[in-house]
């Protein structure tokens, strides 16, 4: 069995041979091929496509390594990519550094590289500079990955929490919770079986369909911390208060299966390819006709309101609100 | 789901809430002295809030929140006592979850755990045993913590370590036992407790009969009730319907879950492990006479205590926090001085604010902001 060894972060020819045989192959783009010590991105290509420039990063250490619905690999180029992408940008480059332990075996680290190239592919985004290093073994778990990522905002778009006003409708994309709830039965071997498959996925193409949509004020991928999180997020940035309606939040049957039995609820789960957005209220119901019609946002529902009121608050199913506290820390580290 | 939501359908709430409002009509109690119905629970005292059963009920009905969450009433010093265990070399001290980010004076087991101590949860005890059978050259420690809901489950998993021979698995016992902290508040002058709804779970292993105290010697009525809205609806009807007619008794609401008699088979585990005497510390209500619970003689090989003597500690809380005046009914979290800039989830100061499932967690978690609106 062929394992990652020290000297393949050191430097010399062994990690010549790494990087050759395995990124190179697998991430080939002619930004990459160059091999200089930075990518090149020829500023026409930005001047093209809009005014900004999105730049975000961010670093993956999920434990299980893959998981129903992806891995890793997939985990590290969505991520990145839907950070960029509710800015309205189209995520473009990727840099990709991996932290590696020693003894992690090189068919997991393939498969984990593969999985990259072939999400980055799909999604016309290319990995144009990276960097290896080895640590000995039990200074790292197995395999760590950090992205970042750049994509250029088209002139006149500009979608931002802190324009979030009272009357604004929230909207998310699709059920809520599936990659927590996903990731918790992995890992307590809970044992329930189902239905549970992350959410993972790009959501590019998605955001796309939408930039011509008036009203929209604010979009956010709801990642750790889940729609509580945004919804706090929003409500800090704006200075408003947010309303969500219990009955209106979009559950796949298992994710709730999973909330009863633990006592959990899926508004604080993280999700890896869920929007929350907000948007004008006479545009609430065009929006969500609009992300139902795509296949990454059947399940979106009108979810709650922005009020002058501070604070963010639940209707229970009896119409009685009560507060949304955010929690105190994250129910399970090492989700993404 | 479809168990769940038949017991948490709106329109069912709310027609029940509609007849208690017409029952509650009758009843001699008014919003300044209210019919008080103490949920021993701290499953219940949490579906409450959630829900905002309690904002639902009629002006002259209002729920006590009662002293049944293990965490809650665990003592600081107990806590102390574990970490000191758990920071020794060799040992794997194995805990539920909710016990993790308990305060004692010298920080929580978290803290322990970031200090290097090697701290793991479990969800039965029966996963500790099994550590401690594949790791043979380190100590296992179960910290067992809970009423009579977790006690047959730490039973039978001692009774398996005896059987296999099983000699480097121990437990710390923070089991206590319900019903004599029940007879403790009843006893208290000016208690203002007039009603109980009893836990589910718990009952589901004492059975019924065990109330029957309650509603003979204190004529009180008690209702064993379950965990969802239309469960603890019901069971504040069954009571309002004993009061109006002038009865104390002990009925079951929870008739699809626990049995009147009980689980004699849980029951005998727990008498060949556990033996009830003696006094025992519990937080925010102090000392209370013969709820020590205790390894029986065959059993002592596996008391933590007895085997890593940890220091005795006696840890006091805040003489203003008034955790003990909530728990009897005395007050509400919002009247205590401490709740809310001193006293909360992330910075517990009170025995209610420290398991999600206290009182005042509860109430900090779903009405803060509204309260303070």
């Given at each position: 069995m062929s394992t990652v060894t020290l000297a393949q972060g050191s430097g010399g020819r062994a990690m010549q041979k790494l990087i050759a045989t395995l990124f190179m192959a697998a991430f080939d783009n002619p930004l990459l091929a160059t091999q200089e010590d930075q990518a090149r991105i020829p500023l026409h290509l930005l001047n093209e496509s809009g005014d900004r420039l999105a730049f975000s990063t961010d670093s993956y250490v999920i434990d299980p390594l893959s998981?129903?619905?992806?891995?890793?690999?997939?985990?590290?180029?969505?991520?990145?990519?839907?950070?960029?992408?509710?800015?309205?940008?189209?995520?473009?480059?990727?840099?990709?550094?991996?932290?590696?332990?020693?003894?992690?075996?090189?068919?997991?680290?393939?498969?984990?590289?593969?999985?990259?190239?072939?999400?980055?592919?799909?999604?016309?985004?290319a990995i144009v500079t990276g960097d290896t290093k080895v640590v000995p073994r039990g200074a790292a778990d197995k395999l760590f990955i950090n992205t970042a990522g750049i994509g250029v905002?088209?002139?006149?778009?500009?979608?931002?929490?802190?324009?979030?006003?009272?009357?604004?409708?929230?909207?998310?994309?699709?059920?809520?919770?599936?990659?927590?709830?996903?990731?918790?039965?992995?890992?307590?071997?809970?044992?329930?079986?189902?239905?549970?498959?992350?959410?993972?996925?790009?959501?590019a193409p998605l955001i796309s369909s939408l930039r011509d949509m008036p009203g929209i004020r604010a979009m956010r991928d709801a990642t750790r911390g889940g729609v509580n999180a945004v919804a706090h997020e929003f409500a800090a940035a704006s200075g408003c208060g947010i309303e969500?309606?219990?009955?209106?939040?979009?559950?796949?049957?298992?994710?709730?299966?999973?909330?009863?039995?633990?006592?959990?609820?899926?508004?604080?789960?993280?999700?890896?390819?869920?929007?929350?957005?907000?948007?004008?209220?006479?545009?609430?119901?065009?929006?969500?006709?609009?992300?139902?019609?795509?296949?990454?946002?059947?399940?979106?529902?009108?979810?709650?309101?922005?009020?002058?009121?501070?604070?963010?608050?639940?209707?229970?199913?009896?119409?009685?609100q009560r507060t949304l506290d955010l929690p105190h820390s994250e129910p399970l580290p090492r989700i993404c | 789901?479809?168990?769940?939501?038949?017991?948490?359908?709106?329109?069912?709430?709310?027609?029940?809430?509609?007849?208690?409002?017409?029952?509650?009509?009758?009843?001699?109690?008014?919003?300044?002295?209210?019919?008080?119905?103490?949920?021993?629970?701290g499953g219940h005292t949490h579906a409450i809030f959630k829900f905002g059963l309690d904002r639902l009920l009629p002006d002259n009905i209002e729920f006590i929140h009662g002293p049944g969450c293990p965490v809650c009433v665990l003592p600081m010093g107990r806590i102390d006592a574990c970490i000191e265990i758990a920071s020794r070399d060799g040992v794997i001290f194995c805990t539920f979850g909710d016990a993790m980010r308990v305060p004692g004076k010298e920080g929580s087991l978290l803290d322990a755990k970031a200090r290097g101590a090697d701290v793991r949860v479990v969800y039965s005890p029966m996963d500790a045993l099994a550590l401690a059978r594949d790791n043979p050259q380190r100590e296992v420690v179960f910290f067992g913590l809970g009423f009579e809901t977790t006690m047959p489950a730490t039973a039978v998993t001692l009774r398996q370590a005896r059987l296999q021979g099983v000699n480097n698995f121990f437990m710390f016992c923070q089991h206590i036992t319900l019903l004599p902290t029940l007879k403790s508040l009843l006893d208290r002058p000016e208690n203002g407790i007039d009603a109980f709804l009893a836990p589910g779970h718990v009952s589901m292993v004492i059975g019924t009969g065990a109330y029957d105290f309650i509603a003979e010697t204190y004529r009180r009525p008690l209702v064993v009730a379950g965990f969802e809205p239309l469960d603890l609806l019901?069971?504040?009807?069954?009571?309002?319907?004993?009061?109006?007619?002038?009865?104390?008794?002990?009925?079951?609401?929870?008739?699809?879950?626990?049995?009147?008699?009980?689980?004699?088979?849980?029951?005998?585990?727990?008498a060949e492990v556990f033996a009830?005497?003696?006094?025992?510390?519990?937080?925010?209500?102090?000392?209370?006479?013969?709820?020590?619970?205790?390894?029986?003689?065959?059993?002592?090989?596996?008391?933590?205590?007895?085997?890593?003597?940890?220091?005795?500690?006696?840890?006091?809380?805040?003489?203003?926090?008034?955790?003990?005046d909530v728990l009897t009914g005395r007050c509400k979290p919002a009247d205590c001085p401490l709740l809310g800039r001193r006293c909360n989830p992330n910075n517990a100061f009170g025995a209610l604010m420290v398991s999600s499932e206290g009182a005042c967690s509860a109430w900090y978690q779903y009405r803060f902001q509204e309260e303070e609106a």
């Open positions: 998981f129903p619905g992806g891995d890793i690999g997939k985990l590290a180029v969505c991520g990145t990519a839907n950070d960029i992408a509710v800015g309205g940008a189209t995520p473009r480059w990727l840099s990709c550094g991996f932290i590696l332990e020693e003894g992690l075996e090189m068919a997991t680290l393939e498969s984990v590289v593969r999985s990259m190239a072939a999400t980055a592919r799909e999604a016309g985004i905002i088209p002139a006149g778009l500009e979608w931002g929490a802190a324009r979030l006003q009272p009357g604004d409708r929230l909207l998310v994309s699709g059920t809520l919770g599936d990659h927590g709830a996903t990731i918790l039965n992995l890992r307590e071997q809970l044992g329930l079986e189902g239905e549970l498959v992350s959410d993972c996925a790009l959501l969500l309606e219990e009955r209106a939040l979009p559950l796949k049957p298992a994710v709730r299966g999973v909330c009863e039995l633990l006592g959990l609820d899926a508004l604080n789960f993280a999700n890896e390819g869920k929007l929350v957005i907000g948007v004008a209220a006479n545009q609430a119901q065009r929006l969500l006709e609009r992300l139902r019609a795509h296949p990454l946002g059947r399940d979106a529902a009108i979810v709650g309101e922005v009020v002058a009121r501070r604070g963010v608050r639940l209707s229970g199913f009896y119409g009685v | 789901m479809r168990f769940v939501d038949e017991y948490r359908a709106p329109e069912r709430v709310m027609q029940l809430i509609e007849q208690l409002n017409a029952r509650a009509r009758h009843l001699p109690h008014d919003a300044r002295r209210p019919l008080r119905i103490m949920e021993v629970c019901q069971g504040v009807m069954m009571l309002v319907e004993q009061v109006g007619a002038g009865a104390s008794r002990v009925e079951n609401q929870y008739r699809r879950v626990v049995p009147d008699a009980g689980n004699s088979l849980a029951r005998q585990a727990m009830i005497n003696g006094e025992s510390e519990w937080r925010g209500l102090g000392t209370i006479a013969d709820s020590g619970v205790h390894l029986t003689a065959p059993y002592q090989a596996f008391d933590a205590e007895r085997h890593f003597q940890p220091r005795r500690r006696r840890v006091c809380d805040s003489p203003e926090a008034r955790c003990g």
